[in-house]
């Protein structure tokens, strides 16, 4: 006896029948999640669409590689709208779903960090592939860095991610300052 069978011949019996195994269902993906990442995305490729079909510096002025009609008008609402915001949406929903990611792993028994270390390789791979192949632009990489940095950093207090933050910040600026000082430095000087 099979199936359906089994179950009805052992209520006759008085047995208690086997409870039912049912196919295991996928964790709900919180949409509102989606819905800002596609809007995220949406917004960065309005900033980065300048770059798809001109010179790299299109992203940067109105008027590269000529002024075209419109193009000052398109760069002023595209700056206003969305350059920054969305890319800091982007990041920000990026750091929120590496660490649900981590959780759902958890709770199914398997090795989140783990399974999220592999996760942040892979995505650094198709993004140097995207790079060397299709578009100068790409971000995947830098994604893929950074994330495995939050990653070695997520079981810190926050007084110490703080500390790092200012660490990491005054590294940033002295580097910065030092290559404008050699910038400087470099700058031929004519005598009269």
């Known amino acids: 006896m099979r199936g359906r069978e089994a179950l009805t011949a052992a209520d006759d019996a008085g047995q208690v029948a086997p409870a039912r195994m049912s196919a295991p269902t996928a964790?709900?993906?919180i949409s509102a999640i989606d819905g800002l990442r596609g809007l995220a995305v949406l917004g960065i490729l309005a900033i980065n669409v300048t770059g798809f079909w001109g010179p790299p510096l299109a992203s940067s002025s109105p008027i590269v590689p000529h002024p075209e009609p419109g193009a000052v008008a398109w760069y002023?609402?595209?700056f206003v709208l969305f350059e920054g915001k969305m890319r800091a949406l982007f990041t920000?929903?990026?750091?929120?779903?590496?660490?649900?990611?981590?959780?759902a792993a958890e709770r199914?028994?398997?090795?989140?960090?783990?399974?999220?270390?592999?996760?942040?390789l892979w995505l650094g791979v198709f993004g140097y592939l995207h790079y060397l192949?299709?578009?100068w632009g790409d971000i995947l990489v830098t994604y893929a860095l950074c994330g495995l940095v939050a990653l070695a950093l997520?079981?810190?207090?926050?007084?110490?991610?703080?500390?790092v933050a200012?660490?990491?910040?005054a590294g940033f600026a002295a580097l910065d300052g030092g290559a404008a000082l050699v910038g400087v430095a470099q700058i031929p000087t004519t005598s009269f």
């Open 27 to 29: 964790p709900a993906r």
């Open 76 to 78: 002023l609402a595209a």
């Open 92 to 103: 920000l929903l990026f750091g929120a779903s590496l660490l649900l990611f981590i959780d």
């Open 108 to 120: 199914r028994g398997a090795s989140g960090t783990w399974l999220q270390v592999r996760r942040l």
């Open 133 to 135: 192949l299709l578009w």
């Open 154 to 163: 997520r079981r810190l207090q926050t007084s110490g991610l703080v500390a």
């Open 166 to 169: 200012l660490l990491a910040l």
